[in-house]
């Protein structure tokens, strides 16, 4: 059953262009900051690809993606917030769209805020924190939107502890694209 998501003034429609531009350039923007702060001398967490990797990282989206659901179902107040954000983003894109919204951000913010981020702040608990209140107010598109914004704080949390934990920055990257492929096709699914 679908329920009607409530309109917010803060946030106006966008279209199918305006999103894709808007995750394109967003992408561009964090990407080009990532290579700013490598050319000062951060050291990147290394990518190592293997099995491991791939099972760590599919599994934690798993994860995500579960605990977001349960929380989008018990929480009125992030559902909206979700609901808004989501239905912003996600109405205008066509499926195929999809790929993009998973693999932009998905490389993009993990390359800046666990790659980058987490490294130039220390490897440690101030470091995961800081890194990821920064990625959850990336998150924040309005003052009604906090819930959304406290979500992807903890993502945050979730993601960078595993690039601490295991020291592979490709753990949250196949994380986070899968937990965005997933989510948006879910949302997408029943919101159509």
Known sequence: MTEKIPENPEIEPLTRIQVLVAMGVTALVLLAI??????????????????????????????????????????????????TYLMLVLSPLLWPDLVWLGLLPGLSEELLFRGVVLSALGLDTVA??????????????????????????????????????????LIPIIAHILTNLISSSVWKWEHN
């Open 34 to 83: 990532s290579k700013i702060c490598l050319l000062f001398g951060v050291n990147l967490l290394p990518v190592s690809w293997n099995l491991k990797a791939l099972f760590w990282g599919i599994a934690i989206a798993l994860g995500i993606t579960t605990a977001s659901a349960i929380i989008y179902r018990i929480w009125p107040a992030y559902r909206r917030s979700a609901d």
């Open 128 to 169: 995961l924190v800081a890194s990821s209140v920064f990625f959850g107010v990336l998150h924040l598109s309005g003052r009604q939107q906090w819930p959304y914004m406290i979500w992807a704080t903890i993502v945050g949390l979730v993601l960078g502890y595993s690039a601490l934990v295991t020291g592979n920055l």
